[in-house]
Protein backbone atom coordinates (compact mmCIF):
# COMPACT_ATOMS: atom_id res chain seq x y z
CA UNK A 1 0.00 0.00 0.00
CA UNK A 2 1.23 3.43 -0.36
CA UNK A 3 1.08 6.21 2.27
CA UNK A 4 1.49 9.88 1.71
CA UNK A 5 3.66 12.34 4.03
CA UNK A 6 3.15 16.42 3.74
CA UNK A 7 5.69 18.72 5.22
CA UNK A 8 7.15 21.91 4.91
CA UNK A 9 3.92 24.24 6.10
CA UNK A 10 4.52 26.55 8.72
CA UNK A 11 3.71 31.05 9.64
CA UNK A 12 4.46 33.14 7.02
CA UNK A 13 3.85 37.19 5.80
CA UNK A 14 1.97 37.62 2.85
CA UNK A 15 4.41 37.72 -0.31
CA UNK A 16 6.46 35.16 1.50
CA UNK A 17 7.41 31.92 -0.13
CA UNK A 18 7.00 28.35 0.97
CA UNK A 19 7.61 25.15 -0.18
CA UNK A 20 5.51 21.89 0.68
CA UNK A 21 7.01 18.32 0.16
CA UNK A 22 5.11 15.20 -0.07
CA UNK A 23 7.16 12.19 0.86
CA UNK A 24 5.90 8.34 -0.59
CA UNK A 25 6.26 5.03 1.09
CA UNK A 26 5.19 1.90 0.87
CA UNK A 27 4.45 0.23 -2.70
CA UNK A 28 6.73 2.60 -5.17
CA UNK A 29 4.45 4.73 -7.53
CA UNK A 30 5.83 5.06 -11.00
CA UNK A 31 2.94 6.24 -12.77
CA UNK A 32 0.51 8.15 -11.31
CA UNK A 33 -1.06 11.49 -11.56
CA UNK A 34 -0.02 14.02 -8.68
CA UNK A 35 -2.39 16.40 -6.82
CA UNK A 36 -2.43 18.89 -4.02
CA UNK A 37 -5.57 20.51 -2.63
CA UNK A 38 -6.36 22.76 0.37
CA UNK A 39 -8.72 23.12 3.35
CA UNK A 40 -9.52 26.37 5.30
CA UNK A 41 -11.35 25.89 8.52
CA UNK A 42 -15.09 25.90 7.34
CA UNK A 43 -14.65 25.55 3.78
CA UNK A 44 -14.77 22.42 1.49
CA UNK A 45 -11.55 21.18 -0.13
CA UNK A 46 -10.14 22.79 -2.76
CA UNK A 47 -8.39 21.65 -5.96
CA UNK A 48 -4.58 23.70 -5.92
CA UNK A 49 -2.72 21.92 -8.60
CA UNK A 50 -1.73 18.31 -10.35
CA UNK A 51 0.88 16.96 -12.57
CA UNK A 52 0.12 14.47 -14.90
CA UNK A 53 2.10 10.97 -15.00
CA UNK A 54 4.88 12.03 -17.51
CA UNK A 55 5.42 15.16 -15.93
CA UNK A 56 4.76 17.27 -19.00
CA UNK A 57 1.15 18.56 -17.94
CA UNK A 58 0.32 20.62 -15.24
CA UNK A 59 -2.99 22.01 -14.29
CA UNK A 60 -3.74 24.98 -11.55
CA UNK A 61 -6.16 26.60 -9.77
CA UNK A 62 -7.13 30.17 -11.28
CA UNK A 63 -6.76 31.52 -7.61
CA UNK A 64 -2.79 30.26 -7.20
CA UNK A 65 -1.91 30.19 -10.97
CA UNK A 66 1.53 32.03 -11.62
CA UNK A 67 1.94 32.07 -7.78
CA UNK A 68 2.74 28.17 -7.37
CA UNK A 69 4.09 25.42 -8.63
CA UNK A 70 4.07 21.71 -9.01
CA UNK A 71 7.00 19.39 -9.40
CA UNK A 72 8.43 15.76 -8.53
CA UNK A 73 11.44 14.73 -8.08
CA UNK A 74 13.64 12.22 -10.18
CA UNK A 75 13.27 9.34 -7.82
CA UNK A 76 9.27 9.19 -7.79
CA UNK A 77 9.09 9.39 -3.80
CA UNK A 78 8.99 12.52 -3.12
CA UNK A 79 6.11 15.46 -4.85
CA UNK A 80 6.46 19.39 -4.48
CA UNK A 81 4.55 22.17 -4.29
CA UNK A 82 6.60 25.51 -4.52
CA UNK A 83 4.10 28.41 -3.10
CA UNK A 84 5.40 32.12 -3.79
CA UNK A 85 3.66 35.75 -3.41
CA UNK A 86 1.17 34.07 -0.82
CA UNK A 87 -1.96 36.11 0.50
CA UNK A 88 -3.70 34.93 3.66
CA UNK A 89 -6.41 33.71 1.71
CA UNK A 90 -3.89 31.08 0.97
CA UNK A 91 -4.12 29.99 4.91
CA UNK A 92 -4.99 26.41 4.61
CA UNK A 93 -4.07 22.65 5.44
CA UNK A 94 -2.73 21.40 2.46
CA UNK A 95 -2.59 17.75 1.47
CA UNK A 96 -1.41 16.30 -1.73
CA UNK A 97 -2.66 13.15 -3.08
CA UNK A 98 -1.81 10.77 -5.86
CA UNK A 99 -4.05 8.91 -8.81
CA UNK A 100 -2.93 5.69 -9.54
CA UNK A 101 -5.94 5.45 -12.56
CA UNK A 102 -7.71 8.44 -13.46
CA UNK A 103 -6.63 10.40 -17.34
CA UNK A 104 -5.15 13.83 -16.84
CA UNK A 105 -8.17 15.77 -17.57
CA UNK A 106 -10.00 18.87 -15.93
CA UNK A 107 -12.83 16.75 -14.33
CA UNK A 108 -10.41 13.91 -12.87
CA UNK A 109 -7.62 16.05 -11.57
CA UNK A 110 -9.65 18.59 -9.96
CA UNK A 111 -11.78 16.67 -8.17
CA UNK A 112 -10.65 15.43 -4.74
CA UNK A 113 -13.02 11.80 -4.55
CA UNK A 114 -11.09 10.92 -7.70
CA UNK A 115 -7.72 10.08 -6.19
CA UNK A 116 -6.19 7.12 -4.70
CA UNK A 117 -4.22 8.04 -1.99
CA UNK A 118 -3.96 10.87 0.74
CA UNK A 119 -1.35 12.90 2.96
CA UNK A 120 -2.23 13.46 6.53
CA UNK A 121 -2.28 17.40 5.42
CA UNK A 122 0.31 20.49 6.45
CA UNK A 123 -0.94 23.61 7.94
CA UNK A 124 0.00 26.64 5.76
CA UNK A 125 -0.65 30.16 7.76
CA UNK A 126 0.05 33.21 6.04
CA UNK A 127 -0.42 36.26 7.65
CA UNK A 128 -1.38 39.86 6.58
Known amino acids: QVQLVESGGGLVQAGGSLRLSCAAS????????MGWFRQAPGKEREFVAA????????YYADSVKGRFTISRGNAKNTGYLQMNSLKPEDTAVYYC?????????????????????WGQGTQVTVSS
Open 97 to 117: AADLNGPFTVVVVTTDYQYDH
Open 51 to 58: LSRSGGST
Open 26 to 33: GRTLTSYI
